[in-house]
T-cell receptor, first 113, second 114 residues
Framework: NAGVTQTPKFQVLKTGQSMTLQCAQDMNHEYMSWYRQDPGMGLRLIHYSVGAGITDQGEVPNGYNVSRSTTEDFPLRLLSAAPSQTSVYFC????????????FGPGTRLLVL | AQKVTQAQTEISVVEKEDVTLDCVYETRDTTYYLFWYKQPPSGELVFLIRRNSFDEQNEISGRYSWNFQKSTSSFNFTITASQVVDSAVYFCALRGNTGNQFYFGTGTSLTVIP
């Protein structure tokens, strides 16, 4: 198993550009989540999904969209990038029977100029 | 409200010293889960432990031990005989019993000096 994979590893955007951060898992996990990590702030939940077709907002959802058309993939879309979205983004997944135990991807470092 | 507080921002210890990382949480749920994660300089998040709210038994895993006390809403993490490889940022996290929202503390950066 590859576990949780994220692409790209690093991205530079200009203000106003849009992009999609990819997240995929091959463990057949129902639950998937996106977090952002900022210095001194810990990890904050952006959006999460408890299954294909079901998504919900986390603590800091503004400026981000998600969809979950398959169990494996959970892309995060930045509609119009802003410098405040400069961060490290982590995707995580967990099994429906053990949702409390998350497995994290390696992260995507995003710089918005 | 759900909240995790890690009051220690940075800690430095000399190798072989013991160190305790503090974690205090707030929750209204009667069933909840607590976690510790390690983030080494390479950046990935490594799961260390999960503790259910109904299991207050302390746990030891090698040089790591965890002290869960519901009476004080604390879930502290002790590293015995610290090593340079223990240098990392450590996060405490809380998950309630509904939804899938995890709440992370702001992390404690541990530096072990050789």
């Amino acid at each position: 198993n590859a576990g949780v994979t994220q692409t790209p590893k690093f991205q530079v955007l200009k203000t106003g550009q849009s992009m999609t951060l990819q997240c995929a898992q091959d463990m057949n996990h129902e639950y998937m989540s996106w977090y952002r990590q900022d210095p001194g702030m810990g990890l904050r939940l952006i959006h999460y999904s408890v299954g294909a077709g079901i998504t919900d907002q986390g603590e800091v959802p503004n400026g981000y969209n998600v969809s979950r058309s398959t169990t494996e993939d959970f892309p995060l879309r930045l509609l119009s990038a802003a410098p405040s979205q400069t961060s490290v983004y982590f995707c995580a997944s967990s099994h429906g029977n053990r949702p409390e135990t998350q497995y994290f991807g390696p992260g995507t470092r995003l710089l918005v100029l | 409200a759900q909240k995790v507080t890690q009051a220690q921002t940075e800690i430095s210890v000399v190798e072989k010293e013991d160190v305790t990382l503090d974690c205090v949480y707030e929750t209204r749920d009667t069933t909840y889960y607590l976690f510790w994660y390690k983030q080494p300089p390479s950046g990935e998040l490594v799961f260390l432990i999960r503790r259910n709210s109904f299991d207050e038994q302390n746990e030891i895993s090698g040089r790591y031990s965890w002290n869960f006390q519901k009476s004080t809403s604390s879930f502290n993490f002790t590293i015995t005989a610290s090593q340079v490889v223990d240098s990392a940022v450590y996060f405490c996290a809380l998950r309630g019993n509904t939804g899938n929202q995890f709440y992370f503390g702001t992390g404690t950066s541990l530096t072990v000096i050789p």
